[in-house]
């Protein structure tokens, strides 16, 4: 009996032995589950913060060196100008507590205090005026910035004085290039040097290869413990190809590219991804030569504007991939706020004339004044190198004889054609710019602008305009400029290229690219 009661005690303390086992087992499997799932989600997280883009051709990181409009757009979010621009182009401090025009010639700029690069260091006047002795080296896509500044005095620390050597209207808004470190170029060949700069701005360069560069949050950045960044690293990716970034793209190796390619989602497709467009600064344009016989009359110049159908250029010779423009500031501008549209009209263009004392007989306009009859024959001069410009030359053409007016197209060599463009002897010509930043319009409206268009009223404006700082009042003025362009019409804006950010649909936050930027706002981007 009492062998029993051993026995069965025996067999109990077994089977809580084993019982015991079992129960931690399962507790240590529960807990490193529970592990696994935070170490998970953490690695979720982290994925989710992190960044990839695509660049082709990648060329140097330096903002001042490189020649690719993609690294000179993605440097914004590592180093900061004295000055930028916002979304409606307007300037805005950001290295510069203020600014001021003391003289048509002399700009003061103050630093803001405790400035910092990456490393800790300071930020001061020296380094404005080394960037600026740089840039005037002539080898960087700023240099057209800074090459009417005569010299740069430090003054403070902190302050500088840059004197120009005439007078510019606006400009403030060259003062947007990126700052560089005097010290970490001192013993450099700066135009040669593959150093990353020592950035300001919100991110800086943790590491670099041949195929890829990492940027990681800037820890001196000034605004750091103001805003909150929701990337937290970025991983640029570099192609040999814009269409290999393409297809990284499409199998979702990175999370967006620049394109300014009107064909980039043929090859990348539109699910899953979201195309932002934006206007570009590259604006072509008729100039009209207002000294020119018949094209002295505005009426003339007005029917003409009427009678180019500027969408059908779009869609003819673009596909629709380039904006229909009306003026040259409608890029954005907010001193431009109106709608760029095609003013397309046969029957306006003719009741315009006719109202002018024009009448259309036997096939041609003419128009009799003090026994002198005039006919509307007009030269169209274009560059026969530029195939694009010619198909737009030979639309218009066609499209101006529609209403009666006979055009003779001269398509000129290279040489003939700036000739042309140089000395003003033309009737109408096709050209563009790629416009700068700066609201000016010297060169459409000034003295000597290539349309020998002149106008007391809009030359007494520029003038004023020099010195206004007061913002209502500026678009006031602007307002007053528009609408005597637009009624005197001496030069007739066609079209502006069309910028691309194409991104995964993983990418949200506040993604509104310009021209200026297209990372504007980055510090709201986030990954889903």
């Known amino acids: 009996m009492k062998f ?6 025996f067999i109990l303390f077994a089977i809580g032995i084993i019982a015991f086992a079992v129960y931690k087992m399962n507790f240590e499997k529960k807990d490193e589950i529970a592990i696994n799932e935070v170490n998970n989600n953490q690695l979720a997280s982290n994925e989710e913060s992190i960044l990839n883009i695509g660049i082709s051709d990648f060329d140097n990181i330096n903002p001042l060196i490189t020649k690719n409009k993609d690294i000179i757009s993605l440097s914004t979010i590592l180093y900061e100008p004295l000055l930028k621009l916002n979304e409606n182009y307007e300037i805005e401090l950001c290295l510069a507590e203020e600014w001021s025009k003391t003289d048509n010639r002399v700009y003061l700029v103050k630093l803001k205090d405790n400035l910092k690069w990456e490393d800790g260091s300071n930020v001061t006047g020296t380094d404005v005026k080394y960037t600026i002795e740089q840039l005037k080296k002539g080898k960087s896509i700023y240099s057209d910035n800074v090459k009417n500044i005569d010299t740069v005095e430090i003054i403070e620390t902190n302050t500088v004085r840059i004197n120009l050597k005439e007078e510019e209207p606006f400009f403030e808004y060259n003062l947007i290039f990126p700052i560089v470190s005097n010290s970490q170029f001192k013993d450099e060949d700066f135009y040669k040097s593959r150093l990353a700069p020592k950035a300001t701005g919100m991110f800086k360069v943790t590491k670099a290869t041949e195929d890829y560069m990492e940027l990681e949050k800037n820890e001196n950045w000034r605004e750091k413990d103001k805003i ?4 937290s690293k970025v991983i640029i990716n570099f192609f040999g190809t814009i269409g290999d970034a393409y297809n990284s793209l499409k199998i979702g190796n990175i999370d967006l590219v620049c394109t300014s390619n009107a064909n980039a989602q043929d090859y990348i497709g539109t ?22 016989g018949v094209l002295a009359n505005k009426e003339v110049r007005q029917a003409i504007n009427y009678a180019i159908d500027k969408n059908k250029i779009n869609s003819s010779v673009f596909s629709n991939n380039y904006y229909v ?5 409608d890029y954005g501008s907010y001193l431009y706020n109106k709608e760029s549209t095609s003013n397309y009209s046969q029957e306006k263009a003719k009741e315009v004339l006719i109202n002018a004392g024009w009448e259309y007989k036997y096939g041609y306009w003419r128009k009799t004044q003090d026994y002198t009859t005039q006919y509307l024959n007009i030269d169209l001069v274009v560059d026969n190198s530029d195939k694009t410009r010619v198909k737009v030359a030979e639309l218009i053409e066609e499209q101006l004889e529609n209403i009666g007016i006979n055009v003779y197209l001269y398509k000129v060599s290279n040489s003939s054609y700036k000739n042309y463009l140089e000395n003003k002897n033309y009737d109408m010509i096709i050209t563009g710019v790629n416009n700068g930043y700066s609201p000016d319009l010297t060169y459409f409206l000034g003295e000597n602008n290539i349309a020998n268009y002149k106008n007391e009223e809009i030359t007494t404006i520029l003038s004023d305009i ?3 700082s007061d913002k209502q009042l500026l678009i006031e003025k602007y307002n007053r400029i528009i609408e005597i362009y637009e009624d005197e019409v001496p030069y007739i804006c066609l079209y502006r290229n069309k910028e ?6 993983r990418l949200t ?8 930027s297209a990372y504007h706002n980055f510090e709201n981007w986030y990954r889903q």
């Open 4 to 9: 029993n009661v051993i026995k069965y005690l």
């Open 271 to 292: 699910i899953g991804f979201i195309n932002k467009e934006y206007k570009g600064r590259e604006l072509d344009f008729i100039s009209i030569n207002c000294n020119s």
């Open 325 to 329: 423009s009306s003026f040259p500031i």
């Open 500 to 505: 691309k950010l194409i991104y995964n649909i």
């Open 228 to 231: 909150e960044i929701k990337i």
């Open 509 to 516: 936050g506040d993604v509104n690219p310009n021209n200026y």
């Open 466 to 468: 020099k010195n206004i």
